[in-house]
């Protein structure tokens, strides 16, 4: 089945301890894409990648790493999380070659930094 | 920087009404728009999407629109029922086709 999977769903950590949201596509996707939302504030996105060690910074990076070595896998890092990135994130994901694609999302991580 | 504005950000009809949801954007130099459904707690599932050179789609009950030059979007749903009941979103891709931008959503309600 084609999808996006996020891991893990829930996560309750404490300020300052590392932390990496994986995120994983078997679609041979190009394009890929971390948001978080925040009620009031909507889906704002992260980081993208358009290919293979290509990333780059969306609208709110601040706090956030990206890498992407391998074409299927997306990870997040936070180095240093706090509380103000409590948040739901979502990845997603498209072919990324012409302007039909269809952004296909993960089910969400819901992250709580006490 | 692209604003997408969604109006009105709640709506409730009785079921069988058609409906409108109205989606803007202030830069008309987009890739694509893509109308989601999000119910609560989950993920966000495509509906349609629209390329930049095209003016409508159509899925089922479903018809979005696109009008890039007043930088307007509507999805039309045609006589709703309770299962329609979610939060749409628009989110509008600009045309290097890496930034995206997303409404706030419209949370609609169906009554039987």
């Known amino acids: 089945e084609a999808q996006v999977t996020q891991n893990p769903r829930y996560l309750i950590t404490v300020t300052g301890k590392k932390l990496t949201v994986t995120c994983s596509q078997n679609m041979n996707h190009e394009y890929m894409s971390w948001y978080r939302q925040d009620p009031g504030l909507g889906l704002r996105q992260i980081y993208y990648?358009?290919?293979?060690?290509?990333?780059d910074k969306g609208d709110v990076p601040e706090g956030y790493k990206v890498s992407r070595k391998e074409k299927r896998n997306f990870p997040l890092i936070l180095e240093s999380p706090s509380p103000n990135q409590t948040s739901l994130y979502f990845c997603?994901?498209?072919?990324?070659?012409?302007?039909?694609?269809?952004?296909?999302f993960g089910s969400g991580t819901q992250l709580s930094v006490l | 920087k692209q604003e997408v504005t969604q109006i009105p950000a709640a709506l409730s009809v009785p079921e069988g009404e058609n409906l409108v949801l109205n989606c803007s954007f202030t830069d008309s130099a987009i890739y694509n728009l893509q109308w989601f459904r999000q119910d609560p707690g989950k993920g966000l599932t495509s509906l349609l999407l629209?390329?930049?050179?095209?003016r409508e789609q159509t899925s089922g009950r479903l018809n979005a629109s696109l009008d890039k030059s007043s930088g307007r979007s509507t999805l039309y749903i045609a006589a709703s029922q309770p299962g329609d009941s979610a939060t749409y979103l628009c989110?509008?891709?600009?045309?290097?086709?890496?930034?995206?931008?997303f409404g706030d959503g419209t949370t609609l309600t169906v009554k039987p």
């Open positions: 990648s358009m290919n293979v060690e290509v990333t």
């Open positions: 629209i390329q930049s050179s095209q």
């Open positions: 989110a509008v891709r600009q045309t290097n086709a890496g930034k995206s931008t």
């Open positions: 997603a994901s498209s072919l990324g070659e012409t302007p039909n694609e269809k952004l296909f």
